[in-house]
């Protein structure tokens, strides 16, 4: 493997002044900089990361710290994926390096800053973390540079953002338009402001539209596609039961779909159902799923471009970003 010594012999200059080219230094003759970078491509030589770090205090990686929950893989599921795509965008426009801590190796608390404390990353893009944790207080305090995806952190840490809220009452809209006025909600698990959020909605929408809640109709679920099958079966233990039923997300709905399907029951005609997120699968289900689209890849470009300005400047107050939810209308929903 060529060492920099190799390289700088090579072109003829200096040890410090192929440093200065890897590092992208303003204080080098282009006629230089080309023969530097002509010898560290005959050498085939990579600058050590490390050692660039060291020196530089930067290592030019950004980490996505993504707390999942036991057998769940952020690679198999398409909400982080899609973040994770948009994030990538931005990475490979300011030739960063994007790594994935196994932040759920470390049990059921989670050190989201233990990467950035190893020096491993520059900065942090946590997807959905638990908001009340004492680490986002020590994000703050030590100026970390940090963005939160599809969560809002009550510390003013910048994030971005779905409106959950009113999503959800734009669902419950749509539904009292096709003649639903007996309305139920399977929810997700409270660790985050965005489930809190989207029952809030379910709520609010149905109070604007003067419809009674009927507490029996909202269920548990876990944003797992076997939760909504579970969902279902609970519902079949009530003797009057809900028209259409809304769902905190479309993995939730799929799942619900399935079995009511799977009991001899059909969608829409006897059960409408409405997913949130706008996977790609819940195009491709039978019916096909309406739901509310997250810009997910939108998501995760912005909230590294606003990183890369939090890098920059640590005591930048950039803005968070709330973007909207889009309607998906398919053939889970019926008109009655």
């Given at each position: 493997m060529a060492t920099q010594r190799e390289v700088a012999k090579l072109a003829g200059v200096s040890f410090i002044t192929v440093s200065r080219v890897i590092n992208n230094r303003n204080n080098v003759k282009e006629e230089t900089r080309k023969r530097v970078l002509a010898a560290i491509k005959k050498l085939n030589y990579y600058p050590n990361s490390l050692a660039r770090g060291l020196n530089s205090n930067s290592v030019n990686t950004i980490a996505i710290i993504v707390p999942t929950r036991e057998?769940?893989?952020?690679?198999?599921?398409?909400?982080?994926?899609?973040?994770?795509?948009?994030?990538?965008?931005?990475?490979?426009?300011?030739?960063?390096?994007?790594?994935?801590?196994?932040?759920?190796?470390y049990g059921s608390v989670y050190d989201y800053l233990k990467t950035y404390y190893e020096r491993k990353a520059d900065g942090m893009l946590f997807i959905a973390p638990d908001t009340e944790s004492s680490q986002m207080d020590d994000v703050v305090e030590r100026k970390i540079p940090c963005v939160i995806v599809a969560g809002r952190p009550k510390q003013k840490?910048?994030?971005?953002?779905?409106?959950?809220?009113?999503?959800?009452?734009?669902?419950?809209?749509?539904?009292?338009?096709?003649?639903?006025?007996?309305?139920?909600?399977?929810?997700?698990?409270?660790?985050?402001?965005?489930?809190?959020?989207?029952?809030?909605?379910?709520?609010?929408?149905?109070?604007?539209?003067?419809?009674?809640?009927?507490?029996?109709?909202?269920?548990?679920?876990?944003?797992?596609?076997?939760?909504?099958?579970?969902?279902?079966?609970?519902?079949l233990k009530i003797e009057e039961r809900p028209t259409a039923i809304i769902c905190a997300n479309d993995a939730m709905a799929i799942g619900l779909c399935k079995e009511i399907r799977t009991l001899g029951f059909r969608v829409p005609e006897d059960f409408s159902v409405i997913g949130f997120d706008g996977?790609?699968?819940?195009?491709?289900?039978?019916?096909?799923?309406?739901?509310?689209?997250?810009?997910?890849?939108?998501?995760?470009?912005?909230?590294?471009?606003?990183?890369?300005?939090?890098?920059?400047?640590?005591?930048?107050?950039k803005e968070s970003v709330?973007?909207?939810?889009?309607?998906?209308?398919?053939e889970s929903v019926a008109r009655i």
């Open positions: 057998g769940v893989s952020i690679h198999g599921t398409e909400f982080y994926n899609r973040i994770i795509e948009g994030a990538e965008q931005v990475c490979v426009k300011f030739k960063y390096d994007l790594i994935f801590p196994t932040a759920k190796a840490i910048p994030f971005v953002d779905v409106n959950n809220f009113e999503g959800i009452v734009k669902a419950v809209d749509y539904l009292v338009r096709n003649g639903h006025s007996r309305i139920g909600f399977l929810k997700g698990i409270f660790d985050n402001q965005n489930a809190i959020d989207r029952l809030k909605g379910f709520r609010a929408g149905m109070l604007k539209n003067k419809l009674k809640i009927v507490e029996e109709w909202i269920l548990d679920g876990s944003y797992t596609e076997e939760s909504g099958k579970q969902a279902f079966g609970e519902l996977i790609i699968q819940s195009a491709y289900t039978e019916p096909s799923l309406t739901t509310l689209r997250q810009p997910l890849v939108e998501m995760g470009r912005t909230a590294v471009e606003i990183l890369f300005e939090k890098m920059k400047d640590a005591s930048a107050k709330i973007l909207e939810a889009e309607l998906l209308k398919r």
